[in-house]
């Protein structure tokens, strides 16, 4: 009986062992397993990350540079008057369109033009009343003519006079336009208001920035060149009374040179050559010998000075 129990017991241990040698047969297989999965996770993860942040877009932004515009007065013009067609008007018309209209739009307003080639979108064909941007009304031509059209070869004609402007869209619309719609008087109002026709303006000159920069540096330029050769002179001549008397006085040689030749009115008026000097020591770069100066060394220094400056 009692072998039979430890038999039992035997048996009974080796069944409890099982799942310990299975659990340590089955480890590295889930060790693998559970390493693959997290290996994936990641992977997910950082492709989550990626395909959220939006991808950097390059800044493409043209800074555009200001137009030259000479400086002019746009006379006023009555709106209702000039709506209406006159022989004048369409002379005018006639004249500015072949000047400005006709190597693109072509004689007969098709578009054909010889500076049509190549042009993309091709110049519009007048006698076609489809695909216009504006409209072929007045109100919509002198719009056209005034900002031009973006993205396209028809810039803008702002520096033509409004009645020249409505003269070219009445010889537009009758030479070319078999049947052109009449603008309301609500929309020639309009047109008025928008560009202020009736009361007329003064167009102040405008040049580019990078024009005025370039125009600025060179007169600099040629002023401290200026400034440069007469320190030379006046250094190689050091003997004369002209030049001893302006090493007395001058505290900072290149900047009193500077700010006399920047008002040549001392030149011919001795007073006015004293005010500047001794007007301001601080500033002008002379000293304070400027008031032990007697009225002939004063004359002697500005004669001497001035065939520098």
């Not at 008057?81 to 400005?100: A, D, F, I, M, R």
């Not at 020639?188 to 009736?198: E, H, R």
């Not at 200026?226 to 290149?254: C, H, P, Y």
Request: hydrophobic share 35%; glycine share 8%; proline share 6%.
């Amino acid at each position: 009986m009692p072998n039979l129990e430890q038999y039992y017991r035997k048996k009974l241990d080796e069944l409890k062992a099982q799942p310990v040698k299975i659990l340590a047969l089955a480890y590295p297989y889930v060790l693998v397993v559970g390493l693959i999965i997290g290996l994936i996770y990641i992977s997910n993860l950082n492709q989550s990350a990626r395909t959220r942040v939006p991808a950097a877009i390059p800044d493409s932004t043209v800074a555009e540079d200001l137009k030259i515009v000479e400086p002019r007065v746009v006379p006023p013009v009555d709106i209702m008057t000039v709506s209406q067609s006159t022989p004048e008007l369409l002379n005018q018309g006639k004249e500015v369109y072949n000047t400005v209209c006709k190597s693109c739009h072509g004689s007969e307003g098709k578009g054909d033009g010889p500076g049509a080639a190549g042009l993309n979108p091709s110049p519009r064909n007048f006698t076609n009343p489809d695909g216009w941007k504006n409209g072929p009304k007045i109100s919509q031509i002198y719009r056209t003519l005034e900002e031009g059209i973006p993205g396209s070869a028809m810039v803008s004609y702002d520096y033509l006079l409004p009645a020249e402007k409505i003269g070219l869209a009445h010889y537009i619309r009758q030479s070319f336009i078999p049947i052109a719609p009449v603008d309301s008087e609500d929309e020639l109002v309009t047109l008025d208001q928008t560009y202020q026709l009736s009361k007329g303006k003064e167009v102040p000159a405008q040049i580019p920035v990078a024009a005025a920069i370039e125009i600025i540096s060179k007169e600099n330029i040629d002023d401290v060149q200026k400034i440069v050769e007469a320190l030379g002179k006046i250094a190689g001549d050091s003997n004369s009374e002209g030049a001893r008397i302006f090493n007395q006085v001058a505290a900072n040689k290149a900047h009193a040179l500077t700010m006399l030749s920047r008002d040549n009115s001392w030149k011919g008026n001795l007073q006015a050559f004293i005010k500047n000097v001794a007007g301001n020591l601080v500033e002008n770069g002379f000293n304070g010998n400027v008031y032990k100066l007697s009225s002939n060394e004063w004359s002697t220094l500005q004669n001497y000075l001035s065939r520098y400056l």
